[in-house]
């Protein structure tokens, strides 16, 4: 029995140890070879994945290129395009277009039956009538490339990953396998003082030692985790982390899906690459600065049911520009799911500003809008963004069609952990609606949902409405005759601008519109007729001029002139931007904006005889009587206010008569220098002093008496 006893304790162990020995070197080869072959093929298929891609992309740009020219026949321009592209392109080998009857219209590089990629073309998008096709046959250089670095890798890895094992098998050996073996020999071969007496040079003394450890430090956390799970500011923090986790999906992905398309970029997709990496900086500094707060707050207080507002965070926000391109950036992630639309409504709020913390509101509309679509059944449904002005205060409204909310789940929301209708059922914490309604309230508004089932549901948020500040431009006023000069390197903007236009001119036939995307085309036209340029005039300018040694800004001050400017950018919300625009006394107008700005046509200046401001009420009635009697037109005005407001309707060439003592501390003397910048050059003094009690004054032409300059009788 003894025996039996002594041969199930011994074999077992010398088979462990037999067992570790083979596979801590069968074991790292195997999965070397496995794991490396996995990722070289993963390698090469995305490598080969790319070049295809590329290509692709080469020719649906090409085909595109050339459709309208086969379209119309003219083979002439399509085989200049044709040899120009094939010796362009690398990697193309063979390119050939044929007509819709299959005879060539053009035939480059090495011959071949077997193209690679081949591309319809059709006389229209239905598709009906072919009227060619594109033949690309590609070179295998580059797979070979990709073949030969695919290889690389594999041997590379191989070694690099075998090793790595083997020494993990080694290192496992030596720590926990020969203390084994060393009390396997102690069994077979005992000692009176049993396991007492065996040394293990330290090896399972050091596994207890740190299994002990790790038992203290475990007891340890769990109690610090109990003593967190009762803290109100530490779950506060624990519920931050989720949210911030929640919210950067949105500008990655916006990220990750244009930053695969990088070529010739548009400005909208840079300003959308540009605002999505901000916003992934904004939230990041965002936590850590809620994170040092909260650790504050842990420190002196329990009470954290309100979120902190920090005036610091609270900025004017201009929201137009903010909704359309979070929309942009809404509808490039969700570019996938074709029966979902996301739309925005900004006629009614076009020039609403509102005092609150950017991020935040980005956060919570985003976290909106994934929400509703989220929760749309099937993935089909519709998302609206609509801003609205109701007085002193700005609704914003994220409405959509969806399945609605049941009316016992909708008195529940807003509380934290509770979420409801989203197809994923880990993508809802519940931290979303509870976030977003705490933050609102902090900027001082308010937040609701209201929902039917069947029908869907719209939330909204009210904000004080702030007051507009002195660089926007809220509306476009043109003369009925007036030359516009537009720089932009964007085409899209003068198309823009072209489109609006073209609305007016029927009626305003002398507004004309010049285009330039040069800045040195433009600055030599302008130089060229700068002394024919009048207060008419109007300049919309671009700040940034892609490929070109200066910017908007730079253009102006080069030139000198600062009257009717206008900078349309989509980098309107730069701080340094807007400091010197408000130097320079230049509106600023946001380029998202320039399809919907109101435009006003300001009505024809009329022309007066005598215009006259004076505080004393006989005096207008002496000269209105004069005026009526020598068939002169007259208008006159109590005080320099009352004048200011319809000073706009008013001919430059119009005769003005100024009171000298106009009332409330007023100087009739500074009223006329006013004017004289103003534009107005026909200025009089009609007061009781004699001439040559006033000092030489370059502005005025005559210093008159109180009576009408065509006296009654």
């Not at 610090?224 to 530490?234: D, F, H, T, V, Y």
Request: glycine fraction near 8%; charge should be negative.
């Amino acid at each position: 029995m003894a025996n039996i006893l002594e041969k199930l304790i011994i074999k077992p162990q010398r088979s462990l140890s037999g067992l570790f020995s083979v596979y801590s070197v069968v074991v790292p080869i195997v999965l070397g070879i496995v794991m490396t072959c996995l990722t070289g093929f993963a390698v090469y298929w995305v490598s080969d994945h790319a070049f295809n891609q590329a290509h692709q992309n080469w020719v649906d740009m090409f085909t595109e290129n050339i459709r309208q020219d086969m379209v119309k026949g003219n083979h002439s321009e399509v085989f200049r395009k044709c040899k120009k592209f094939s010796n362009e392109s690398d990697g193309v080998v063979h390119l050939v277009i044929k007509d819709s009857f299959g005879k060539d219209v053009c035939n480059e590089g090495m011959q071949s039956t077997s193209p690679h990629l081949v591309k319809k073309i059709y006389f229209d998008s239905s598709g009906a009538e072919l009227v060619g096709e594109v033949e690309v046959l590609l070179e295998q250089k580059s797979r070979n490339k990709i073949v030969m670095i695919t290889l690389g890798l594999l041997v590379f890895g191989f070694s690099i990953l075998t090793i790595l094992l083997l020494k993990v098998g080694r290192s496992i050996q030596n720590s926990i396998i020969e203390p084994f073996v060393t009390i396997h020999h102690a069994l077979r071969t005992p000692t009176p003082n049993g396991l007492s007496s065996i040394n293990l040079n330290g090896k399972l003394s050091e596994i207890i030692e740190i299994e002990s450890s790790l038992k203290f430090y475990g007891d340890e956390i769990g109690r610090l985790r109990n003593l967190e799970m009762k803290s109100e500011s530490l779950r506060v923090l624990s519920e931050m982390a989720s949210q911030v986790a929640h919210d950067i999906r949105s500008p990655l992905s916006a990220l990750n899906m244009v930053s695969s398309e990088l070529g010739e970029v548009s400005e909208e997709k840079r300003l959308l690459i540009r605002n999505s990496i901000q916003r992934i900086n904004d939230i990041a500094n965002d936590l850590l600065a809620k994170g040092k707060l909260n650790a504050e707050k842990i420190k002196t207080s329990s009470d954290t049911d309100q979120l902190p507002l920090d005036e610091s965070k609270r900025e004017l926000i201009l929201l137009a520009p903010l909704v359309d391109g979070l929309v942009s950036e809404k509808r490039i992630q969700f570019r996938d799911k074709i029966n979902i639309k996301i739309d925005a409504d900004l006629k009614d709020g076009l020039g609403c500003f509102v005092k609150a913390g950017s991020i935040d509101l980005k956060r919570i509309l985003s976290n909106l809008v994934n929400n509703s679509v989220e929760a749309f059944p099937d993935n089909k449904g519709e998302v609206i963004i609509v801003i609205e002005t109701r007085g002193d205060w700005v609704n914003i409204l994220v409405k959509d069609n969806g399945g609605g909310i049941p009316q016992e789940i909708l008195n529940q929301l807003g509380k934290a952990g509770l979420s409801y209708g989203k197809n994923d059922s880990d993508s809802g914490s519940g931290l979303g609606i509870y976030h977003a309604k705490k933050c609102i309230e902090a900027m001082g508004g308010h937040f609701a949902i209201t929902s039917q089932l069947g029908q869907g549901t719209q939330v909204k948020i009210q904000l004080p409405r702030a007051k507009t500040p002195a660089w926007f431009l809220e509306s476009l006023v043109l003369s009925s005759e007036m030359e516009i000069y537009c720089l932009d390197d964007d085409l899209t903007i003068h198309q823009i601008w072209k489109s609006r236009l073209e609305n007016i001119q029927g009626t305003y036939k002398n507004i004309h519109i010049n285009n330039f995307t040069s800045a040195l085309e433009f600055k030599k036209c302008i130089q060229a007729e700068k002394s024919e340029t009048t207060s008419k005039d109007l300049f919309l300018i671009d700040f940034e001029l892609l490929g070109q040694d200066t910017n908007g800004l730079e253009v102006i001050e080069h030139l000198g002139f600062f009257e009717n400017v206008i900078l349309v950018t989509s980098r309107y919300e730069e701080p340094e931007i807007k400091r010197r625009c408000e130097l320079l006394n230049i509106k600023l107008l946001p380029k998202s904006l320039a399809g919907f700005v109101p435009i006003v046509i300001e009505k024809a200046k009329e022309r007066y005889d005598w215009i006259l401001i004076d505080d004393d009420e006989l005096v207008r009635l002496t000269w209105k009587a004069s005026a009526s009697k020598h068939n002169k037109k007259f208008i006159g005005f109590k005080c320099y206010e009352d004048f200011l407001a319809e000073q706009r309707n008013f001919d430059y060439n119009s005769s003005i008569f100024i009171d000298v003592h106009l009332g409330n501390g007023v100087n009739g003397k500074d009223v006329a220098e006013k004017l004289f910048e103003d534009g107005f050059k026909k200025l009089h003094l009609a007061t009781g002093y004699d001439a040559d009690h006033f000092s030489r004054m370059d502005f005025i032409i005559s210093v008159l008496g109180k009576e009408p300059p065509i006296k009654l009788g």
